[in-house]
């Protein structure tokens, strides 16, 4: 089962992180890969250089960065090939996320675990759109 952690938050525009919390993270990494479950980890620039695209009442409207809630925004992610639901969180629990929260600070460090909607697992797909999907899913476009 895959499943994305999202690692939510927005450090102020153009702010860089500290060498700890690089290194945390460089460590976790390697956890993870050790235990061979990552997939893909990527850390995302600030809001301030991201833009949204909102479709509404038939109309697209690109609205630039940044963002405002901060809480409700993605700083990085990981993709992860586990066994259970209760393996993914394991893992987002052992995430050093709290290594982003300045000391002395109220900020949250808040992981959402999610599961990848798998095209088996999608009840109106054809079986065209599911072989479409995974060659997708594997890079053979």
Same mark, same amino acid.
């Given at each position: 089962?895959? *499943?994305?952690?999202? &690692?939510?938050?927005d450090p102020p ?13 460089? #460590? ?7 235990? +061979?479950?990552? &997939? ?6 600030? !809001? ?9 009442? +038939?109309?697209?409207?690109?609205? #630039?960065?940044? *963002? ?8 990085? *992610? ?11 969180i394991e893992w ?12 002395? !600070? ?29 060659? *997708?899913? &594997?890079?053979? !476009?």
């Amino acid at each position: 089962m895959r *499943f994305m952690l999202l &690692l939510k938050g927005d450090p102020p525009p153009g702010a860089m992180p500290p060498a700890h919390l690089v290194q945390a993270m460089h #460590d976790y990494d390697s956890e993870l890969a050790k235990a +061979g479950v990552l &997939l893909a980890a990527e850390g995302l620039w600030d !809001s301030s250089q991201g833009a949204r695209v909102i479709y509404a009442k +038939g109309e697209r409207t690109v609205v #630039d960065g940044p *963002f405002t809630e901060a809480k409700e925004l993605v700083a990085g *992610f990981y993709l992860i090939d586990v066994k259970s639901p209760e393996e993914a969180i394991e893992w987002a629990r052992r995430c050093p996320i709290d290594a982003a929260i300045p000391p002395g !600070s109220d900020w949250e460090a808040v992981i959402e675990v999610r599961k990848v909607a798998e095209p088996t697992e999608i009840t109106t797909i054809t079986e065209e759109q599911a072989a479409h999907a995974e060659q *997708f899913r &594997l890079g053979r !476009s």
